[in-house]
């Protein structure tokens, strides 16, 4: 019955949660809305553009972090507990979900005609080829993944789907996670929205399939991200799409 009913509690939506959306979807409404404003202030606070951009990035994801930690810190723990115990698994399982993914990806891509860059893509890779890795992979590698996976998988599915049919909720999921990442003046686009169709339906399948295991959906959304960027910075700047 303890057992249970700690399981039970760490699916609960709490206050910490409806924060982290708050503060998920105000930061958004606002940049969306004001960002001609925001723009103009952080380059009041940093003259180079690409550091006002990341700073911008930084806030944001450091804002929604703080909360999105402290209330999924006991579920975050359990599930590296749990991936302790099998470690080989998990070394194995994450390389193979990338592949996986990338080869969904080259489908989904094929299937909605020549891909195109979002502009979500086209910022990151700006601020790739202006802003060192040290600043850049703590936050697309470890705080951005985990903000992701903690919003999209953990309360889209795994507290959700205490609610709605759990497969309502992964498809929720993809449809929302592909949509925010393609912001701007593209719209959405199913040529656009490929890739990341591909990496959010994998996440969901990896997420459910470890029965609900916010670290294991994360390993494989950062190690993901952690390629993206070794590849950005590994390629000359003039080769990569403007």
């Given at each position: 019955?303890?057992?249970?009913?700690?399981?039970?509690?760490?699916?609960?939506?709490?206050?910490?949660d409806?924060?982290?959306?708050?503060?998920?979807?105000?930061?958004?409404?606002?940049?969306?809305?004001?960002?001609?404003?925001?723009?103009?202030?952080?380059?009041?606070?940093?003259?180079?553009?690409?550091?006002?951009?990341?700073?911008?990035?930084?806030?944001?994801?450091?804002?929604?972090?703080?909360?999105?930690?402290?209330?999924?810190?006991?579920?975050?723990?359990?599930?590296l507990?749990?991936?302790?115990?099998?470690?080989?698994?998990?070394?194995?399982m994450?390389?193979?979900?990338?592949?996986?993914?990338?080869?969904?990806?080259?489908?989904?891509?094929?299937?909605?005609?020549?891909?195109?860059?979002?502009?979500?893509?086209?910022?990151?890779?700006?601020?790739?080829?202006?802003?060192?890795?040290?600043?850049?992979?703590?936050?697309?590698?470890?705080?951005?993944?985990f903000?992701?996976?903690?919003?999209?998988?953990?309360?889209?599915?795994?507290?959700?789907?205490?609610?709605?049919?759990?497969?309502?909720?992964?498809?929720?999921?993809v449809?929302?996670?592909?949509?925010?990442?393609?912001?701007?003046?593209?719209?959405?686009?199913?040529?656009?929205?490929?890739?990341?169709?591909?990496?959010a339906?994998?996440?969901?399948a990896?997420?459910?399939?470890t029965?609900?295991?916010?670290?294991?959906?994360?390993?494989?959304?950062?190690?993901?991200?952690?390629?993206?960027?070794?590849?950005?910075?590994?390629?000359?700047?003039?080769?990569?799409?403007?």
């Open positions: 019955m303890g057992t249970l009913h700690t399981k039970a509690s760490l699916y609960r939506f709490n206050a910490l409806a924060l982290a959306v708050a503060v998920y979807l105000g930061f958004t409404v606002y940049f969306t809305l004001a960002g001609d404003t925001v723009q103009r202030l952080m380059l009041q606070l940093f003259p180079d553009p690409a550091t006002a951009s990341y700073a911008v990035n930084a806030i944001f994801y450091a804002g929604v972090g703080i909360f999105a930690v402290a209330s999924a810190w006991r579920v975050a723990g359990r599930d507990r749990i991936l302790g115990t099998r470690p080989w698994f998990t070394l194995g994450v390389p193979l979900a990338i592949v996986v993914m990338l080869i969904l990806t080259a489908v989904l891509v094929a299937a909605f005609g020549t891909a195109q860059s979002s502009e979500n893509q086209l910022g990151i890779q700006g601020l790739l080829q202006h802003v060192p890795a040290w600043l850049m992979v703590p936050l697309l590698v470890v705080l951005g993944p903000v992701e996976e903690y919003l999209f998988r953990h309360l889209l599915i795994g507290k959700l789907s205490q609610y709605v049919n759990i497969w309502i909720c992964c498809v929720i999921s449809a929302v996670f592909a949509s925010i990442h393609v912001v701007g003046r593209e719209g959405l686009v199913l040529s656009a929205l490929a890739p990341y169709l591909g990496m339906a994998v996440l969901v990896v997420y459910v399939w029965g609900k295991n916010l670290m294991f959906s994360y390993f494989v959304h950062a190690a993901k991200n952690l390629m993206a960027v070794v590849l950005i910075y590994a390629i000359p700047p003039e080769l990569l799409p403007n």
